[in-house]
């Protein structure tokens, strides 16, 4: 699997709008690529020309458009019949997971920020937001991003998450003088399912893996702040619905891989 990502300006300035992702992805696989993708947004959806040229990459960043093109991805065609404006909660997990997936496609910096931010003392503040984003630039390119570009770049990703419009309604962060991760109810395993298996598609090179890989710190199950428990109560209803088997004889226990992601669209939206 050949890793792309978002760079990290892909938002010009503008934090995740679900209406303006949706947009997109109304007016995807038309004529004349990006150019005549942005020019639609901007003449049949009255999006603003910065706007109209953020909202394409966002929707690359939540695995709704391909990488190359401006055609729908299997789920973006999915959601675009199921789901329209974005507004199911198994909709904004799968954006907020494909935003924060190791591998991509969204931006480095956002998977660093979930995968660490648990870790920090709670409440957190912006200034911490904006260091972590510094050193996740540095370490994949070498070079230092503007000062303002970085300001920026963190006010995006908090409001992303606080905003109405935006992922707000999955309750990741509370806002109140800093920001405090919250404890979110897990994501239907349905989409756990489909996360896992582009997870695995991306991270791991074999057809089995330690139960413990998938829930300790860092992994899988911290993409949706989820300890070991959790995820290996998800692990065993998948196992219940022949998504994959649990090797349980004598510890470490393994997993096996599951299905391809494009064979479990079905289920995403089964307890919505």
């Given at each position: 699997m050949?890793n792309?990502?978002?760079g990290?300006?892909f938002?010009?300035?503008?934090?995740l709008?679900r209406?303006?992702?949706?947009a997109a992805?109304?007016?995807?696989?038309?004529p004349?690529?990006?150019?005549?993708?942005?020019?639609?947004?901007?003449?049949?959806e009255?999006?603003g020309?910065?706007?109209a040229?953020a909202v394409?990459?966002?929707?690359?960043?939540?695995?709704?458009?391909?990488f190359g093109?401006?055609e729908?991805?299997p789920l973006?065609?999915?959601?675009?019949?199921?789901?329209?404006?974005?507004?199911?909660l198994?909709?904004q997990w799968?954006m907020h997971?494909?935003?924060s997936?190791?591998h991509?496609p969204?931006?480095?910096?956002w998977h660093?920020l979930?995968?660490?931010i648990?870790?920090?003392?709670?409440?957190f503040?912006?200034?911490?937001v904006?260091?972590?984003?510094?050193e996740s630039a540095?370490?994949e390119?070498?070079?230092d991003?503007?000062?303002r570009s970085?300001?920026?770049t963190?006010t995006v990703?908090l409001?992303?998450?606080?905003?109405?419009?935006?992922?707000?309604?999955l309750?990741?962060?509370?806002?109140?003088g800093g920001?405090?991760?919250?404890s979110p109810?897990?994501p239907?395993v349905?989409?756990?399912s489909?996360a896992?298996?582009h997870?695995?598609?991306?991270?791991?090179d074999?057809q089995?893996c330690?139960m413990d890989e998938?829930?300790?710190?860092?992994?899988?199950?911290?993409?949706f702040?989820?300890g070991?428990?959790?995820i290996?109560?998800?692990l065993?209803?998948?196992a219940?619905?022949g998504?994959l088997?649990l090797w349980m004889?004598?510890?470490p226990?393994?997993?096996t891989?599951?299905?391809i992601s494009?064979?479990l669209l079905?289920g995403i939206?089964?307890?919505e």
């Amino acid at each position: 699997m050949t890793n792309k990502r978002i760079g990290n300006l892909f938002h010009e300035s503008f934090t995740l709008s679900r209406p303006g992702i949706a947009a997109a992805i109304r007016q995807a696989n038309g004529p004349n690529g990006l150019k005549g993708l942005v020019e639609r947004l901007q003449e049949e959806e009255k999006l603003g020309k910065n706007w109209a040229k953020a909202v394409p990459a966002y929707a690359r960043g939540c695995g709704l458009l391909e990488f190359g093109s401006t055609e729908l991805t299997p789920l973006g065609m999915y959601v675009r019949e199921h789901d329209p404006s974005l507004s199911l909660l198994a909709t904004q997990w799968l954006m907020h997971y494909h935003l924060s997936a190791p591998h991509g496609p969204g931006p480095r910096f956002w998977h660093d920020l979930v995968r660490n931010i648990p870790e920090w003392t709670q409440p957190f503040d912006k200034a911490e937001v904006v260091a972590q984003i510094e050193e996740s630039a540095r370490q994949e390119s070498g070079a230092d991003l503007k000062e303002r570009s970085v300001e920026t770049t963190a006010t995006v990703f908090l409001g992303s998450y606080t905003k109405a419009d935006g992922l707000a309604a999955l309750e990741i962060f509370s806002e109140d003088g800093g920001y405090t991760v919250q404890s979110p109810d897990a994501p239907p395993v349905g989409v756990l399912s489909y996360a896992l298996s582009h997870y695995w598609e991306g991270q791991l090179d074999k057809q089995t893996c330690n139960m413990d890989e998938l829930g300790a710190p860092g992994g899988f199950g911290s993409l949706f702040f989820m300890g070991s428990f959790e995820i290996n109560r998800c692990l065993r209803q998948m196992a219940r619905q022949g998504l994959l088997e649990l090797w349980m004889a004598a510890p470490p226990y393994q997993v096996t891989r599951p299905p391809i992601s494009a064979l479990l669209l079905e289920g995403i939206y089964d307890s919505e």
